[in-house]
């Protein structure tokens, strides 16, 4: 029995020693480091909002990609809108009911993205990439 309990301590401490080579091997760094990666890449993950077109400019018989009001639902009922004031002036509106102008639709698209991402990751404490 003794033989068998100094076989396993022994395989214990090769297994033991060999961790404690490893540059993380039981060190609350290690974790800390892949907690706050994992952390900051929540942002990208949230998913890409998905923009749909409503015509509002029908009666001139022209339709492009200003003659829209851009909307992405993110709930029922809940969506971000994106509104062309002619020129270069786009207007972002939040569903907490912020407003952004940005001088393409392409940034505005980017901005109601960023603003979503923030707040979808704002409960687990991350800040960042807010609009």
């Not at 900051?40 to 909002?49: E, I, K, S, W």
């Amino acid at each position: 029995m003794s033989d068998m309990r100094d076989a396993k301590a022994k395989e214990y401490d090769a297994v033991v020693s060999g961790l404690r080579d490893e540059p993380c091997a039981f060190k609350r760094q290690c974790f800390r480091d892949g907690w706050d990666a994992a952390i900051a890449a929540l942002p990208d993950m949230v998913r890409p909002l998905q923009w749909d077109c409503t015509d509002w400019s029908a009666g001139d018989g022209i339709k492009g990609e200003n003659d829209c009001e851009w909307t992405a639902e993110v709930w029922p009922m809940t969506s971000y809108i994106i509104s062309w004031f002619g020129g270069e002036r786009f207007e972002v509106c939040t569903p907490l009911d912020e407003k952004f102008n940005t001088k393409s639709l392409s940034d505005a698209k980017d901005v109601a993205q960023a603003h979503y991402a923030a707040q979808s990751v704002s409960a687990f404490g991350v800040q960042g990439g807010e609009a």
